[in-house]
């Protein structure tokens, strides 16, 4: 629940659990749930069995599909749906997991919390939906007044749950993360109010992702000639990539044969795969605007991989990052390229890729999945199944999605039911102080 380790690092596991070829074939047949515990039952030993699974089962009730994630076969390419959740996009995954979680160990420790979050959009509806109607937490979560979409919008502040909080400041997702920030930086108000983050390093939520990577290869061991997968996954923050590579050192050796790093305009991992050079450059805004990061924050992860698990070379070139905002890793280019492929997609190609899928195979992809659909293309090789992970549902980012189709999407009931409902949330401007006396009016106390 800390987040960061007491050193600022980010925290891991000691060690990754092996998976022998004989265990991976007993987990044929198991539903998505059942695969969850015994995956994370591998990782998770402070935890009663029986809790645990129930955790689990409670997570996944909420998607609306029975596979939780389902694979879906389309030409020569498989896509797994990841956004059958409550805010249809692959976040929730990992956030309703965690939301339970939370509320789980808040219970057992006779606890509370007050979460506080800035948002651009996704992460903040998905972490309203892991943690709604929890008693020992309430939410705060920070938009920029009127620049994120009507759907995004809706997605949030139609949450009318006690414990939730919609501020829409007067700014941009920009103030909101620098005030988030400062806020953070108060000790003793976070330490009053125990405030918790929704960010994107928590190792619970790499751990539920690895799980659909584990439950994909079974389905592609089950019906193919091969047992051996390509993945192909649009990353902004090095996340979802990383429980790829997570689950990969897990499983027996070959089941996870190449994972494709997809990333849009905001091509810093790109550049780093293909050359080395992990180097900041200004965030441009894109048809995938989950996707619009530069310094990803899971990266650092990967770096005690690469540095043969030395956490002081991990220390000292985050250091260097931080004051340089570059780092050169050139040396280490064979290892790279072992571990991953690399493509970076423009908006052009990504709406030609909505485009021409949509006229093949009638389905239509959303824009971060069209990244990855795209790369996948370049990454192929004969005889060896290509998964695409498809991150959202395409009315999310209806704007983009009409542009490459040529008409509009039908609504999905549940985001048809939210447009039409009155929501509730705060206007607010963009000013630490007055954020601050409003969270100290409205948080969880003892
Ligand atoms: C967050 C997000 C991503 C990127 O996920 P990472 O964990 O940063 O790799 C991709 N697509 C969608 C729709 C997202 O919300």
């Known amino acids: ?172 997702f920009d103030d909101g993360q620098e005030i988030v920030k400062e806020i953070f930086g108060d000790i003793e108000f976070k330490r009053a109010h125990r405030l918790g983050a929704i960010n994107s390093i928590n190792w619970a939520r790499i751990l539920a992702q690895v799980v659909y990577y584990v439950h994909c290869c079974l389905h592609i061991a089950a019906h193919e000639k091969d047992s051996a997968s390509a993945f192909s996954v649009p990353t902004g923050n090095f996340g979802d990539i990383f429980a790829g590579f997570i689950a990969r050192r897990m499983l027996p050796e070959g089941i996870i044969s190449k994972l494709i790093l997809a990333t849009n305009a905001n091509d810093i991992l790109s550049r780093f795969v293909a050359t080395g050079d992990y180097s900041l450059k200004k965030v441009v805004r894109t048809s995938s605007p989950s996707m619009d990061i530069q310094a990803a924050s899971n990266f650092e992860r990967y770096l005690y991989y690469l540095f043969d698990k030395e956490p002081d070379r991990v220390k000292e070139a985050m250091q260097t990052f931080k004051t340089t905002g570059s780092l050169d890793l050139s040396d280490y280019m064979g290892h790279i390229k072992r571990d991953f492929l690399t493509t970076s997609i423009s908006d052009k190609e990504v709406v030609d890729t909505i485009a021409s899928f949509y006229k093949k195979h009638e389905y239509v992809l959303d824009p971060h999945t069209a990244v990855g659909v795209h790369a996948a293309m370049n990454h192929r090789t004969q005889g060896v199944p290509m998964i695409c992970l498809a991150t959202a549902h395409p009315a999310k980012f209806g704007e983009t999605v009409e542009k490459a189709i040529g008409r509009p999407l039908t609504l999905p009931p549940v985001l048809a039911d939210i447009m039409g409902r009155e929501g509730r949330c705060v206007v607010m401007d963009a000013d630490q102080q007055e954020i601050m006396s409003y969270l100290n009016k409205h948080a969880i106390k003892e």
Do not use: C
Not at 161 to 168: E, G, K, R, T
């Open 1 to 172: 629940m800390s987040g960061l380790a007491e050193d600022g690092g980010l925290l891991l596991p000691r060690a990754i659990p092996r998976i022998d070829k004989e265990t991976f074939d007993s987990w044929q047949g198991l539903t998505y749930q059942k695969l969850a515990f015994q995956i994370m039952s591998r990782f998770i030993d402070d935890i009663p069995v029986s809790d645990l699974k129930g955790l689990i089962n409670k997570s996944y009730e909420s998607f609306d599909h029975h596979d939780v994630a389902p694979l879906i076969h389309r030409g020569d390419l498989h896509i797994l749906e990841l956004f059958h959740g409550p805010t249809l996009a692959f976040k929730d995954i990992a956030l309703q997991f965690l939301g339970n979680l939370f509320d789980y160990l808040l219970k057992k420790n006779d606890s509370y919390m007050n979460i506080l979050g800035a948002t651009s959009g996704d992460t903040g509806s998905a972490a309203i939906y892991g943690v709604r109607g929890k008693k020992r937490i309430k939410i705060f979560i920070l938009h920029p007044h009127k620049r994120i979409s009507p759907v995004q919008e809706k997605q949030m502040t139609t949450v009318v749950d006690d414990n939730v909080f919609n501020i829409a400041i007067n700014g941009t």
